[in-house]
């Protein structure tokens, strides 16, 4: 067995340390408890979690020496260059499929398979029954999550995002922004109207937005920029008001695990009263599998949704374009989520070379893909 490693970086956590020390405020949002201030190395973190995932925890590693200054530099300059916003979008993608709410989310689907064939086998007698002589989700799992996600989702995401704008958010004064354990929050406010059961959280549609709260005082802000508008055009740095302050840790407070951080003990009045007011907007992982009557009592349609954060009430700070032609459920680049097809598929036969830069092999797919549409 290995020893405990994170699923969420402590060059992350350490945005919301308190003051200079090592420590962080944290506060279990469900049944709300606040805790107070503790070590930040011990924080979002499990036994072996990367150990049936060979080379995930050194992947992660390495890059994790490379974001590390640069958010640390966005912080403190409240700005960005070209190569950190390459890198901005990496962090995104990384922290939103390698947490352990992430990795639960996945399993939801295969394990919900799997009990079903496994108990229709218990029930036919082909089986037997666990010695408790109850069958249930939860007797099960499945090991090498993390290192798939790792392997299918990030690259995938990672080339989406660089059709996406950003926007750094920063909170006024005497408002902060907390941060959780599972602290990328995806959501589609243009799909909000559509009454569909699905969210609309693919990182391909139209609408798609991401945030992840970067320090107390800072988050980053993903949007689409055909759909929406967040302040001026010139300006990298939007300042927003308390009441979109409360509405992005409202948000956080729906997507944490188990728990959420803080830079600042005094913060707890106001914690409890975001536990109240927001907490029935939480759901368990098990409602993103959605159970949909069949034409009979013996079919049921299974549904997987994206767990995507629902707005409390609508924000200012974003608002949508005057128009907007796009439709709902649409992709919001076809021809570039086509060629970024067409790259998993060559990476799957060609992976990429020691020296080889993901988006120069994705100019050559690009390169191909243009050669055979004028043959």
Request: proline residues 6%; hydrophobic residues 40%.
């Amino acid at each position: 067995m290995k020893g405990n490693e994170h699923f969420l970086p402590q060059h992350y956590l350490r945005q919301f340390r308190i003051g200079d020390s090592k420590l962080i405020g944290i506060a279990k949002v469900a049944p709300f408890r606040f805790i107070g201030a503790g070590p930040i190395r011990g924080q979002c973190q499990k036994q072996s979690f990367y150990g049936d995932s060979p080379g995930a925890d050194k992947l992660l590693g390495s890059t994790e020496s490379d974001l590390a200054p640069v958010v640390a530099d966005v912080v403190k300059r409240q700005d960005f260059n070209s190569p950190q916003l390459v890198a901005l979008r990496l962090l995104a993608v990384l922290l939103h499929v390698r947490t352990r709410k992430a990795i639960e989310t996945a399993k939801v689907f295969p394990k919900h398979i799997a009990y079903k064939v496994i108990k229709h086998g218990i029930e036919t007698g082909r089986v037997p029954p666990p010695p408790s002589g109850r069958w249930t989700e939860d007797m099960m799992d499945f090991g090498g999550v993390a290192g798939f996600l790792i392997k299918e989702a990030v690259i995938r995401c990672w080339m989406e995002m660089q059709t996406m704008q950003l926007k750094l958010i920063r909170s006024p004064q005497s408002d902060y922004f907390i941060a959780s354990d599972n602290p990328v929050v995806i959501l589609n406010q243009f799909s909000s109207q559509a009454d569909s059961p699905r969210s609309f959280a693919g990182f391909s549609l139209t609408g798609f937005q991401l945030l992840l709260p970067a320090s107390p005082d800072l988050c980053l802000f993903f949007f689409d920029q055909k759909v929406y508008k967040v302040g001026s055009r010139s300006s990298r740095l939007v300042v927003i008001s308390p009441e979109d302050v409360e509405i992005i840790n409202a948000l956080q407070f729906q997507s944490a695990d188990s728990c959420v951080y803080f830079h600042d003990l005094s913060l707890e009045a106001q914690l409890r009263a975001l536990a109240t007011k927001y907490g029935a907007l939480r759901s368990s992982v098990r409602d993103t599998l959605r159970h949909i009557p069949g034409r009979n009592d013996r079919e049921e349609l299974l549904h997987m949704r994206a767990p995507a954060g629902r707005l409390p009430s609508q924000w200012r700070f974003c608002r949508y374009r005057r128009r907007v032609t796009a439709q709902i459920g649409s992709q919001r680049d076809p021809a570039w989520s086509e060629s970024i097809k067409c790259l998993m598929h060559d990476l799957d036969k060609n992976p990429l070379g020691v020296n080889e830069h993901i988006f120069t092999r994705h100019h050559k797919v690009i390169d191909e893909m243009e050669t055979v549409a004028v043959k």
